[in-house]
């Protein structure tokens, strides 16, 4: 089921940073802001978000139903990156997500939803004062549970999707501004996305201000985007 709804999400990144952040996307597109960690090194987050949608599609159509209601999701997120060399990260995303109508069908479900995971590589770099890097990423998202897909609240849709980001980044002083496109090769019956993120942000010692759009195309679905506001230190 693809849904159209309204959400925000706080993030606590690694007792050092605090990030507020609207996301919108059925399963969880997992977005990349191009920077790699060192051999060795990594990072792990855990974010929380809220969820909300009146409609949903049923084939090409957008309906509402009195048995399922106003469908209110919740969902906790473990987020990684780990330096595998100082070219190649390697990145994960697992949500936990409980999901309830309020209709007269009382629907709700809760389980763990879905895994991801990509390899992010730097592809080339070029500049000095102002530095500029590509980086691409390639990866799956797979299934991490049993639970139910295509009902009412489902926690997930129940594929397993291939996924291909590509990055630039560009760098000054303190300023950074990144863009990615991606496409996600989806599983079963799921429309296929086209991600785009884009986020800017500018560090002043340990404080990072950031602001960030996310948009997420499907195919025969829904289009969703957002436009976010943070900061983290």
Known sequence: MNQGFRSHRFAAAALVT????MFCASVQAIDLNGFLRERGHGDVSVSYTTEGYEKFWVGDMKVADPGVGDVDTQSWSLWFAYG??????????LPYVSTEGD???NFKEKDWQDLSLLAAGRL????SKVQSDFVGAA???TIASN???NSPVDVGDGTADWLFRVVYLLRY?????????GYDLRGGDAPNGYPLYTEVGQTWGPVTATALYARLTANG?????????????
């Open 173 to 181: 002083r303190g300023f950074y501004f990144s863009q990615q496109v």
């Open 18 to 21: 605090v990030v507020a952040a």
């Open 124 to 127: 080339f770099s070029f500049g």
């Open 84 to 93: 595998l060399t100082d070219r190649i990260t390697l990145i994960g995303e």
């Open 221 to 233: 679905g829904t289009i969703t985007n957002a436009v976010t506001f943070g900061n983290t230190g």
């Open 103 to 105: 209709g007269f069908g």
């Open 147 to 149: 639970y139910v897909a």
């Open 139 to 141: 990866g799956i998202r």
